[in-house]
Every structure is written in structure tokens, then in C-alpha cells.
Nanobody
Framework: VQLVESGGGLVQPGESLRLSCTASGFTLNYHSVAWFRQAPGKEREGVSGIRNGDRRTVYADSVKGRFTISRDSAKNTMYLQMNSLKPEDTAVYYC????????????????????WGQGTQVTVSS
């Protein structure tokens, strides 16, 4: 079981990035999936998630309207499209999955997920 992220980088405020997370060893479409981020000195926080059972999608208030989570079953890959990036979005971004179906309140809790990618750095700076 492996998750490999890509797509991070350095961008200016207002620009966009798309993160990818490709799974191997299991079928991503049968899992609940989520993106998390962790800035220096801060706790890991949930950004967005899709619960497998009902495909319910959740976003953190800080990214609503700017970020979009999606997945491509044919490519066994999940994505995080990030638009209108802000300096406060700077962090290491992680993808995560679980074969379970977290209750709504737990979709963006790190403890709900068992498989994690290695992380990709996103830096938003002028």
C-alpha cells in the first residue's frame, strides 16, 4: 500500500496549483480519502475529504470556494485543485486514505486515516 504525492511548489499569492496523489496496492475508489496540511509549528489540519459510502465531500472553512477535491478511478489518483492561493496556505500537504467510513465530524480528523503519503511542500509567497 503506497500513496505518492506530487504537484507542490512555490507560487505567488492568487495563483493555482494542483496536487496529485496516486495509490498503488489498493483501489482508491473503495476508500475514503482526504487531504491534510501541516505548517511549521502547527498541528496537522484537515483540508478536504470524500467519504466513501455516500461520497460526501467536506472542506475546511479556510479553503471553501478555493479548493476542490476529486479523484480519477481510472488513474487510481486523487487531486486537490487549489485556486486563489494565500500565504497562509503554505504548508506540507499530505494525502490520506482509509477503508472505513468516518462519521461526518471525523472526515477531517487525522486519526480517521490509516494510509498516508510522504507529503509535498506548497509555498505561497511573493
Amino acid at each position: 500500500v503506497q500513496l505518492v504525492e506530487s504537484g507542490g511548489g512555490l507560487v505567488q499569492p492568487g495563483e493555482s496549483l494542483r496536487l496529485s496523489c496516486t495509490a498503488s496496492g489498493f483501489t482508491l475508489n473503495y476508500h475514503s480519502v482526504a487531504w491534510f496540511r501541516q505548517a511549521p509549528g502547527k498541528e496537522r489540519e484537515g483540508v478536504s475529504g470524500i467519504r466513501n459510502g455516500d461520497r460526501r465531500t467536506v472542506y475546511a472553512d479556510s479553503v471553501k470556494g478555493r479548493f476542490t477535491i476529486s479523484r480519477d478511478s481510472a488513474k487510481n489518483t486523487m487531486y486537490l485543485q487549489m485556486n486563489s492561493l494565500k500565504p497562509e496556505d503554505t504548508a506540507v500537504y499530505y494525502c490520506a486514505t482509509t477503508s472505513g467510513n468516518p462519521i461526518y465530524q471525523n472526515i477531517l480528523r487525522p486519526g480517521s486515516y490509516t494510509n498516508w503519503g510522504q507529503g509535498t511542500q506548497v509555498t505561497v509567497s511573493s
